[in-house]
């Protein structure tokens, strides 16, 4: 059972050692569309035993199979061929998308075309990347640096981007040589069944990609796999901690994406209409359900009521609806139990004194989805749980500073550092202020996002980067070998 436009081959089976095969339960994971709250999907749910198939899999792929020992630019074609098979499906990725978390279906055209683009940039790394450097040694003739695979790797996803967070996973492991297991959210497996047939139809090596859908259970027996050479998860700072807890008691690698509570910061020459702007219509992406979100915004106090009006206005004029129509700007959250979670977080900004200016409640006119409006509370205390705690909804937090310096210091004051954004005219004055916030990522004028540059951040944001060239360095290993003389 699949949404409509979305055809899958075997969505009661899991992809291991190159065949789609039984599960060895007969659990299915059921998937529910948050616009009609009625089950769309359903396919195969892997428990422990199916978890250790695709890790024996995975790693005889590893130590006995091509794949690793493949030079680059082969792996590079192989994956060219990976990709076309993708575009012919992003119709398809993006009806997924829709179907699962009630994504905006004018968006997600756009947004999985792109996706699917940006991977022929990291398949390109089989060319561009130094996979060997030599150079002459003081106490030998020549020095050989090389990176190789760092081994089998479990790619774990989260719900709000399935297929970009997954893609780039699995494209960044398979170039580096090494094979990978693909365990994506529950709520969201549909676009890993798309690449595992992607991955079929290019003649992947077996075991070189597999999918195991699971709950939480079977997904940490994942982790605590001592086949597993490297984890690269995306998530919670909580699942995150967790996960890295695990790694570090066997000494697995990982990569880490989590949590973030971004500051944007407004200076005194941006106009308050354009700022506004901005901000009101940057927290309704995805409905607010993106890691990067700037969810915090920091502002002159002499400036902090005008601006709250103003983005009252831009909230105030959102279309909320049915994410398949092309007029909608705000669909569903993505399940129930987040909507739970953005109530309850709306009631702690009641509760905290902060002012609810617009927003707050279910829209009158949807009733039924898992939906909420677009919600501004001004004069929040920065040390308050809305604005220190990852909301993941269309909440925006606005606080107001004494000066410039107050505004660096708040937008610090957080254990959070993925994502921000200062709102001024002056390229300069973006630069000098993004040196001074400790986040990974710093965009002048509102949630920039390059996908071929590094990602990743501070603080309980995560460790390790994806992305650009430097995502690659995370699934390889350096080794080093010293010679008193030049190889062929």
Not at 206 to 231: C, F, M, Q, W, Y
Not at 263 to 278: K, L, M, Q, S, T
Not at 377 to 401: H, M, T, W, Y
Not at 441 to 457: C, I, K, L, S, Y
């Amino acid at each position: 059972m699949t949404p409509q436009g979305v055809n899958i081959k075997h969505p009661d089976k899991l992809f291991i050692g190159g065949e789609w095969v039984q599960p060895h339960g007969t659990a299915q994971i059921e998937v529910v569309n948050p616009a009609s709250e009625e089950v769309i999907a359903r396919v195969a749910h892997a428990d422990n035993e199916d978890m250790d198939r695709a890790v024996a899999a995975a790693r005889a792929a590893f130590d006995n199979g091509p794949w690793p020992t493949t030079p680059p630019l082969e792996r590079q074609a192989k994956l060219m061929q990976m990709i076309d098979e993708l575009e012919k499906r992003v119709p398809e990725l993006a009806a997924a998308w829709t179907a699962q978390i009630g994504g905006l279906a004018s968006a997600a055209g756009p947004m999985h075309g792109g996706s699917v683009m940006g991977l022929r940039g990291i398949a390109s790394l089989g060319e561009r990347f130094q996979w060997e450097e030599r150079r002459p040694g003081m106490a030998v003739d020549t020095v050989c640096i090389l990176r190789e695979p760092v081994g089998v790797v479990a790619a774990i996803a989260p719900w709000n981007g399935p297929f970009p967070i997954m893609a780039n996973k699995v494209f960044y492991a398979l170039i580096a040589g090494c094979p990978v297991i693909m365990k994506p959210s529950p709520e969201t497996p549909l676009e890993a069944y798309i690449l595992a047939e992607a991955a079929e139809a290019a003649g992947l090596p077996p075991g070189t990609v597999n999918l195991v859908p699971s709950d939480r259970e079977a997904a940490d027996h994942l982790v605590h796999s001592t086949g597993i050479d490297k984890v690269t998860f995306t998530g919670s700072s909580a699942a995150g901690m967790h996960i890295a807890s695990v790694c570090g008691s066997k000494l697995t690698r990982c990569t880490l994406e989590l949590g973030g509570k971004s500051a944007a910061i407004i200076r005194d020459d941006f106009p308050i209409e354009a700022a506004a702007g901005i901000l009101g219509n940057t927290i309704t992406v995805m409905s607010g359900q993106v890691c990067a979100m700037l969810s915090r915004a920091i502002v002159p106090r002499a400036r902090h009521d005008e601006l709250a009006e103003a983005i009252a206005r831009v909230m105030q004029g959102v279309k909320i609806g049915h994410p398949e129509a092309a007029d909608t700007q705000l669909g569903p959250l993505a399940m129930k139990r987040q909507l739970d979670r953005v109530e309850m977080y709306i009631e702690a900004g009641r509760q905290s004194g902060a002012d609810l200016i617009t927003g707050g409640g279910r829209p009158a006119h949807m009733n039924k989805g898992y939906y909420i409006e677009p919600t501004l509370f001004a004069n929040v205390d920065n040390r308050s749980k809305i604005a220190q705690e990852e909301i993941f909804g269309p909440v925006l937090c606005l606080i107001p500073a004494e000066d410039e310096e107050d505004a660096i210091r708040i937008a610090n004051e957080s254990d959070f550092g993925l994502n921000g954004s200062v709102l001024t005219s002056d390229p300069q004055a973006a630069y000098d202020i993004a040196r001074r916030v400790r986040t990974g990522v710093v965009g002048q004028n509102g949630m920039r996002m390059e996908w071929t540059a590094p990602f990743g951040g501070y603080k309980k944001s995560g460790i390790g980067r994806e992305g650009g060239d430097e995502g690659v360095w995370a699934y390889t290993e350096t080794k080093t070998i010293l010679l008193d003389g030049a190889p062929a």
